[in-house]
């Protein structure tokens, strides 16, 4: 199935990822249904790029559980459920909220200024809306966080984790950027006060408040079934 150039796709270093960054928003807004074969030559052909950076990219999204692979017939597209997602979250929780009490403990004066720069940027991009620079401060300002907690292993982890998520879809939900700039602020509070628990608590909810809204919205696109 092709769809033509995506506005989306911008050529960069690590192609391989940017493909998979395209397929994998294709698949969260139902482009590419369940069921559905991707074809490695029709897909290079509608990138306009080799078949090699496909073939790194579908098989990454292979090992996420996005895909599966069949012998001559290409990469199968896999159901998943609401379930799936409520177990991505709960996962990000804990380790995001492990990550951001550590930050609480260790952000410095200069990374806590650049991180409300960040949220302010973040704040008048949701004004626009521009969902792809969203996205972007978005992982700014969670990169930040990590950062500063100085727990390398954990941030390792919690970037494959965030890989299973649709990152890009929640701009477009109802009520999400002003849910999202308020636990935002919430956690920056924590870090001013130095309070790791505060920071802990406003992390995990953070990601799981979001499941519900996310679930309903991929639900009525089709993109899920409920559990």
């Not at 597209?77 to 799936?84: P, Q, S």
């Not at 408040?209 to 996310?214: R, S």
């Amino acid at each position: 199935m092709s769809t033509g150039s995506d506005a989306e796709f911008a050529v960069r270093p690590q192609l391989s990822d940017d493909v998979a960054r395209v397929v994998r928003r294709r698949i969260f807004d139902g482009t590419y249904p369940a069921g559905e074969y991707l074809r490695l030559d029709q897909l290079a052909v509608d990138l306009g790029i080799s078949v090699t950076p496909v073939r790194e990219a579908l098989l990454n999204l292979r090992a996420e559980g996005l895909l599966v692979q069949h012998p001559r017939r290409g990469f199968m597209v896999l159901e998943f459920t609401a379930r799936d997602l409520a177990d991505v979250a709960n996962v990000q929780a804990y380790v995001g909220g492990e990550l951001a009490a550590r930050a609480a403990e260790n952000i410095s004066a200069e990374q806590l200024s650049e991180l409300k720069t960040i949220q302010d940027q973040l704040e008048r991009a949701y004004e626009q809306p521009d969902s792809d620079r969203t996205v972007r401060l978005n992982h700014e300002y969670h990169r930040l966080i990590n950062v500063a907690a100085d727990s390398p292993k954990l941030t390792q982890f919690m970037s494959g984790i965030t890989r299973y998520q649709p990152e890009s879809v929640f701009p477009t939900l109802d009520g999400w950027p002003a849910q999202s700039i308020r636990d935002h602020r919430r956690v920056i509070a924590a870090f001013e006060r130095g309070d790791a628990d505060a920071a802990r608590a406003a992390m995990a909810e953070h990601f799981t408040i979001g499941v519900a809204p996310l679930c309903e919205h991929l639900t009525k696109l089709g993109v899920i079934r409920p559990i």
